[in-house]
C-alpha cells in the first residue's frame, strides 16, 4: 500500500492549491500587456537579469 501514501499526498497539494487560487482576487491583477510580438528571451528575461539572477542565479554575485 506504498501507493497511497504519495498518491494521497499528491491530491491533498492539488486541493490545497485549488482552494488558494479560489480565493486570489483577480480585481487586482494588473490589465494584460496589449504589445504584440513579446518574447520571453527578448522582453521577460532582460528583467530578469537586470533585477533577480544575481541573487537567485547560478552565477550568484
Do not use: Y
Not at 486570489?24 to 491583477?29: C, G, R, W, Y
Not at 494584460?32 to 550568484?60: M, Q, V, W, Y
Amino acid at each position: 500500500m506504498k501507493l497511497h501514501t504519495p498518491l494521497a499526498l499528491i491530491l491533498g497539494l492539488a486541493g490545497a492549491a485549488a482552494s488558494l487560487a479560489a480565493t486570489v482576487d483577480l480585481s487586482k491583477l494588473p490589465a494584460a500587456s496589449t504589445k504584440k510580438n513579446l518574447t520571453f528571451e527578448k522582453d521577460i528575461k532582460p528583467l530578469f537579469d537586470a533585477s533577480c539572477t544575481g541573487c537567485h542565479g547560478e552565477k550568484r554575485s
